[in-house]
């Protein structure tokens, strides 16, 4: 059964990048028809997409975080990473990886990592 | 930016009851319409993706309708364990993701 975890530091200073790392396991990062992403949710907001990698690499970032953020792949540690520079308190949120879904119709977040609470303070 | 707006954003119900959360977009997104589950402290659970296909494990009290811009997720009968927060997400614009406000489904 695929999981997905979440690991990083859970405290970062304001100014400083939030690096986070997502480990996927019972199964492979190179599969066609999934992409893999990153969605944040502040302490008792609502979810926020922040952007989808494919295994080969190529991206899409939320168009508002676009200028801060960067996704990569790693398949040979099926690993896939987050990278949000110039950090604010508004960036403090529970960051979840996930499995997003390509075909058809369907281009849904089917399987979530438990989540990590990042908290953007000096 | 597809807009997605929920309603309402908070509903009291009680077990037993039929419930119906609307969803609608700014603009019409076909059918690529997904709605998750969330409990708290728990990551979000995908219920219905593609408007109406109901995910695999998922109870069939809930269901899924709608296209363009207006849709629907209705529960059959509520149980106890369905009270949570409900969001919508488009998925027509792969270059920007979004979800609805949430709705928060609460016992009566």
């Known amino acids: 059964q695929l999981q997905l975890q979440e690991s990083g530091p859970g405290l970062v200073k304001p100014s400083e990048t939030l690096s986070l790392t997502c480990t996927v396991s019972?199964?492979?990062?190179?599969?066609?028809?999934?992409?893999w992403g990153w969605i944040r949710q502040p302490p008792g907001k609502g979810l926020e997409w922040i952007g989808n990698?494919?295994?080969?690499?190529?991206?899409y970032y939320n168009p508002s975080l676009k200028t801060r953020v960067t996704i990569s792949v790693d398949p040979s540690n099926n690993q896939f990473s987050l990278k949000l520079s110039s950090v604010t308190a508004a960036d403090t949120a529970i960051y979840y990886c996930?499995?997003?879904?390509?075909?058809?119709?369907?281009?849904?977040?089917?399987?979530w990592g438990p989540g990590t609470l990042v908290t953007v303070s000096s | 930016d597809i807009q997605m707006t929920q309603s309402p954003s908070s509903l009291s119900a009680s077990v037993g009851d039929r419930v119906t959360i609307t969803c609608r977009a700014s603009?019409?997104?076909?059918?690529?319409l997904n709605w998750y589950q969330q409990k708290p402290g728990k990551p979000p659970n995908l219920l219905i993706y593609?408007?109406?296909s109901l995910q695999s494990g998922v109870p069939s009290r809930f269901s899924g309708s709608g296209s363009g811009t207006d849709f629907t997720l209705t529960i059959g009968s509520l149980q106890p364990e369905d009270f949570a927060t409900y969001y919508c997400?488009?998925?027509?614009?792969?270059?920007?993701?979004?979800f609805g406000q949430g709705t928060k489904l609460e016992i009566k």
């Open positions: 593609a408007a109406s």
């Open positions: 019972g199964g492979s990062i190179v599969i066609s028809s999934y992409y």
């Open positions: 997400q488009q998925s027509y614009s792969t270059l920007m993701f979004t």
């Open positions: 996930a499995r997003r879904r390509s075909n058809g119709y369907d281009y849904a977040f089917d399987i």
């Open positions: 990698i494919y295994y080969s690499g190529s991206t």
């Open positions: 603009q019409s997104i076909s059918n690529y």
